[in-house]
């Protein structure tokens, strides 16, 4: 879920002989995800659509969603939507695993809320801010190739370990873990990075 040009889903290809389905709501990363996977001969069926919102010919074993797409979604009712979705495309006793960032990730790394850098001639500049009020986390970036500049602003909605705990209570979803970052320990009201483990 939330796919983007698909180096998960490669990364994924050495887990083993399985089939892989990719979505992704961008048209544009998609069509950059499938043409590395003819480049890789990749088993991967990529296709577009909201992970809010999507349909799966077949019920599949797992899903995955990760570094940050749950915390795109900014309203409590997307957040359900997108549990409601992934339970329906799962086969019974499969597993759902995603991460959200929490507002500990926010306050605690402001020091590093803006940069700028360099990589094959193309240079970035990034500032981002966060409101304690909304718990909205807003980036905004500059992109510069050669005489072309891009600007994007992503907008993501920092979750609480209870906010997001009430939400898996309330969805068909029985919650098997929660992990404190990259981490097998589990998460509390300090973490910064939330790891959640569901079984259909």
Known sequence: ???????????????GPYDF?????????????RRKAEMYNANVQFEVADFTNFRLEHPVDFAVLLYDGLNYLLLEEQVRDLFRCVHAALKPGSLFLFDQCTPANSINNADFFGDEGEAEGVTYVRKSHYDVETMLHTTAFDITVGDAVFSETHVERAYTLGEMKALIDDSPFRLVAHYDGFSQDPADDEAERIHWLLRA
């Open 1 to 15: 879920l939330g796919s983007g040009t698909g180096s998960f889903a490669f990364a994924f290809q050495e887990w």
């Open 21 to 33: 389905v990719a979505i992704d709501a961008s048209p544009q990363m998609t069509e950059v995800a």
